[in-house]
C-alpha cells in the first residue's frame, strides 16, 4: 500500500523568506502527486498537482513542486512567503492499482510564518 | 463555478446515536469521496462512489455507510456512535479518475 511522508510536522519561517515542505512517497509503478492546503476551519485546496510531463509542476499562490522519481519526493517550494501562507499543508498520493481510486495523505506540515 | 458543498457545518450527537452528513459535488462530477480528519490521526479515505456505487472503501467498521444519489450529492451516514467519531468529514468530487475538489467539510462531535 501506498504511504506518504512529511519530514517535518512544523515549519517556522519569517515573512519574505523561501520555504521548502518536504515530501517523499512509497515507490509504486503508476502514482499521481499532489498538494493541498487547508487553512484554519476549512477544508482542503488543491495547490499543484503532478500526473505527467514535467517534473516541475507551478501552482497557485506562488507555490511550485519537483518530482523526482529516482528519490520518490515530491518537495514543495516558495522562493519568497507571505503572512497569508500560514497553513497546513498535506502532500497526497493517488494510487491508481486496481482501480482503487483513493488519495493516501501525509500527516501535514503546519507553515507559520513569522512577521 | 459553485465549489463541492457540504451540510451541516456543525453536529453535536450523543453516543449511540446516528449522524447523516450530506455532500453536493461540483457540476458534472460523478464521484464523490469522503475523508476523517481525526485528531492525531491525520486524514483517512472512507469510502468512494461514482454513478451511484460504491467503488472502494477504506479501513473503517459497517457503521460507517453511505450512498449516492442519482443527481450525484451523496449521503455519509455513521450509525451507533462512538466518542473517537468525533472528526472533521470532508467531502470531495472528482470526474471519473480525475483531481479531487474538497467541500469545507462538517465538523461531527460526540459527547
Request: glycine share 8%; hydrophobic share 35%; charged share 15%.
Amino acid at each position: 500500500a501506498q504511504s506518504v511522508t512529511q519530514l517535518d510536522s512544523q515549519v517556522p519561517v519569517f515573512e519574505e523568506a523561501p520555504v521548502e515542505l518536504r515530501c517523499n512517497y512509497s515507490s509504486s509503478v503508476s502514482v499521481y502527486l499532489f498538494w493541498y492546503v487547508q487553512y484554519p476551519n476549512q477544508g482542503l485546496q488543491l495547490l499543484l498537482k503532478y500526473l505527467s510531463g514535467s517534473t516541475l509542476v507551478k501552482g497557485i499562490n506562488g507555490f511550485e513542486a519537483e518530482f523526482n522519481k529516482s528519490q520518490t519526493s515530491f518537495h514543495l517550494r516558495k522562493p519568497s512567503v507571505h503572512i497569508s501562507d500560514t497553513a497546513e499543508y498535506f502532500c497526497a498520493v493517488s494510487d491508481l492499482v486496481q482501480g482503487a481510486q483513493k488519495l493516501v495523505f501525509g500527516q501535514g506540515t503546519r507553515l507559520t510564518i513569522n512577521p | 463555478e459553485a465549489g463541492v458543498t457540504q451540510s451541516p457545518t456543525h453536529l453535536i450527537k450523543t453516543r449511540g446515536q446516528q449522524a447523516t452528513l450530506r455532500c453536493s459535488p461540483i457540476s458534472g462530477h460523478t464521484s464523490v469521496y469522503w475523508y476523517q480528519q481525526a485528531l492525531g490521526l491525520g486524514l483517512q479515505f472512507l469510502l468512494w462512489y461514482d454513478e451511484g456505487e460504491e467503488r472502494n472503501r477504506g479501513n473503517f467498521p459497517p457503521r460507517f455507510s453511505g450512498r449516492q444519489f442519482p443527481n450525484y450529492s451523496s449521503e455519509l451516514n455513521v450509525n451507533a456512535l462512538e466518542l473517537e467519531d468525533s472528526a472533521l468529514y470532508l467531502c470531495a468530487s472528482s470526474p471519473y479518475l480525475e483531481t479531487q475538489y474538497f467541500g469545507p467539510g462538517t465538523r461531527l462531535l460526540v459527547l
